[in-house]
């Protein structure tokens, strides 16, 4: 397998699929060494199967807003491989959403998936919908429009949608209640991220950000460091920075800066619980401004308009945000300020101008596919908990969300582990995730 080749070939037939192609880039260029030990790799064109999606859903979403005007949107499952289990990944409401954008998203979940241990295979979907300034009940019209299509294409052993950008706790609920009502069968299992009275795994809200601060922690101790007492730069306010938040400030280390596409935050004194809680009632609002936090604590927060997180003085960066957040730029910028490691919590939230930067400036840096694997592998859980009908406990969750977290690290470490003794981050989860995929779909045939 040679990457530059099956690259030109994937630019030829999908022009300006700009974020899938970067994604596979990514993972072909972290697996060429290892997959050319394999010959039988090789014969069965195990990449040339594995960059392409299964197949991909796509369908016209209508519905009435508050005006009672007609607006249609377009809705889109991508199911990109089942080689170790049913399809697995979130909805994506956003006004960017693309093919591009849930194919990229669709292929890192599948090595995700993979990481966790446990048996899901890659899948995402969603809808160019935009949430920005809709009402709670435009917001319910519009999951329930989405599910009348959504419905035929899912099941709880055959495709499992949970959360992403834009669908959270409430989207969820919505989008089950019209499921059920169309199936005509309580088939909890289809959904993940669901209420914690109706099935949903208590810990599921904040199981993203906990992962990745867990697995942040993992990283900085086998560096000789300790995330106490650091201060703390997170991009973002909805869920998984909301969860990021929690654990960073719960293992003692200071959240001094959170950012909106309005703007940065600056909380000197390292973000309270209060404030914390509040980041939910700023998701809620579908206001997407960071500067409310400063509106409502003028004593903590400073806002400044059209400047990132990455430009305030951190030993940590958390993107927690969208992809390709985090450029180059900012890398040098966090660099001349004195970060030493940037975990992202976003899928691909760094562009790869920033993480050869951080590569070669000696920060230490982790992929999004390795540090926020924390969420789909407690919606994992929540499958398990529903086929088996039963629920545990919040201190049962966290421990098993510990040690797979703790489990994905040490396969980093043991696939990325290089001559020299520095560990690639990028290269272990790539190589440890595609292994696992490569070899099921080797032993199921040529299908
Ligand atoms: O990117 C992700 O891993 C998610 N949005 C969570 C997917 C899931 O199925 O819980």
Known sequence: MKTNDIMARLRAKYPGENEYLQAVQEVLESVEEVYNQHPEFEEAKIV??????DRIFTFRVTWVDDKGEVQTNTGYRVQFNSAIGPYKGGLRFHKAVTPS????LGFEQTFKNALT?????GAKG????????KSNEEIMRFCQAFMLELWQCIGPDQDIPAGDVGVGGREIGYLYGMYKKLAREYNTGVLTGKGSTWGGSILRPEATGFGALYFTQNLLHKAGKDIKGMKVAVSGFG???WGACIK?????AKVVAISGPDGVCEIPEGITREMIDYMLVMRASNRDKVEDMATKFPDKAKFTPGKKSWSVPVDVALPCAFQNELSEDDAKELKANGCIC??????????PGAIHFFQHNGILFAPGKAVNA?????SGLEMTQNASHISWSGAEVDAKLHFIMDSIHEQCVKYGTQPDGTIDYVKGANIAGFMKVATAMLEQGTV
Do not use: H, I
């Open 48 to 53: 040339e199967r594995m960059v392409e999606p």
């Open 101 to 104: 954008m849930l194919k990229f």
């Open 239 to 241: 869920n998984v920075a």
């Open 117 to 121: 241990t446990l048996p899901m295979g």
């Open 126 to 133: 969603g809808s160019d919908f935009d949430p920005k300034g």
């Open 374 to 378: 924390g969420g789909v592998a407690t």
């Open 248 to 252: 960073a400030t719960e293992l003692g």
């Open 342 to 351: 940037c975990c992202e919590v976003s899928n691909m939230g760094c562009q």
